[in-house]
């Protein structure tokens, strides 16, 4: 029904950056939240960043002040704009879309398939 094709990931030095992108295609109608969550090797899976259809923010403390999270919806696309990066946001990062489907009832949350940020010198 929905597909979410991330790009952008790869290898980074501390103190650069990455631009992620998910593009999300099917049967959608409408798209409500979009966002990116990471999990770190042997952590559990976190909130990044999520942003409405109205373009209001929330980003984890972690991030805060080095992330950017913007949306096209024209696109129906989510980016993720990640500056001054640390080792330790090495993690793969994955995409969510919460959005309403053709013959589904109410909101349904899609996931990419994650893409792998390594930050390393």
């Known amino acids: 029904q929905v597909q979410l094709v991330e790009s952008g990931g790869g290898l980074v030095q501390p103190g650069g950056s990455l631009t992620l992108s998910c593009a999300a295609s099917g049967s959608i109608l409408s798209i409500n939240a979009m966002g990116w969550y990471r999990q770190a090797p042997g952590k559990q899976r976190e909130l990044v960043t999520t942003i409405t259809a109205g373009g209001n923010t929330n980003y984890a403390d972690a991030v805060k002040g080095r992330f950017t999270i913007s949306r096209d919806n024209a696109k129906r696309t989510v980016y993720l704009q990640m500056n001054s990066l640390k080792p330790e946001d090495t993690a793969v990062y994955y995409c969510?879309?919460?959005?309403?489907?053709?013959?589904?009832?109410?909101?349904?949350?899609?996931w990419g398939q994650g893409t792998q940020v390594t930050v390393s010198s």
């Open positions: 969510t879309v919460r959005a309403w489907v053709e013959s589904t009832i109410g909101l349904t949350d899609y």
